[in-house]
């Protein structure tokens, strides 16, 4: 019975949950009388406050003040000779740099122990390989051999 009791808990705690995050954290539209006391809708977003990014063309004034700072505005100052600049929103502000060109490095010549290194995976550099291998076994042999013989003479 408990257990029942539990899962109903929580299923109706899910039910409850997932449209609450789904509208981005309001309370539901049929629950706000049950929550709040009251049916009104929740607050929009705040207006009336500007947005540097906008749709819109946009006008802004430069001029340079009597001690030479440089200062921008969206309404001209009074007495003062500006410039317009005429922004659009498909364009950007600020000029892209240019990269300087990169120099390739010219690649050295890569050698081994042997002489230059070939492709293992082709038929000739897996020959190479093999031959490589056998050469380093007979190496290792002929060592355990002169061991054998010191181990020996004493």
């Keep these: 019975m408990a257990k029942i009791l539990i899962k109903m808990i929580v299923l109706v705690g899910v039910l409850l949950a997932v449209p609450y995050y789904m509208m981005g954290g ?3 539209g049929f ?23 906008t749709d819109k063309e946009v006008t802004v004034y430069q001029w340079v003040d009597e001690k030479g700072g440089k200062h921008f505005s969206n309404t001209p100052p009074p007495n003062q000779q500006v410039k317009a600049l005429h922004l659009r929103p ?29 492709n293992p995976y082709s038929p000739g550099g897996a020959k190479k390989l093999m031959d490589d291998a056998k050469n380093v076994q007979e ?8 061991q054998q013989e010191l181990i020996n003479q004493r």
Excluded: H, M
């Design 31 to 53: 629950l706000s009388g049950f929550f709040s006391g009251s049916s009104a809708p929740a607050p929009k977003g705040v207006s009336g406050i500007g947005n540097a990014v």
């Design 90 to 118: 498909d364009t950007n502000l600020v000029k892209a740099v240019e990269a300087p060109e990169e120099k390739k490095p010219s690649r050295p010549k890569v050698t081994s122990i042997g002489g230059e290194l070939s």
């Design 26 to 28: 309001a309370v539901p």
């Design 139 to 146: 190496l290792l042999n002929q060592r355990f051999e002169k």
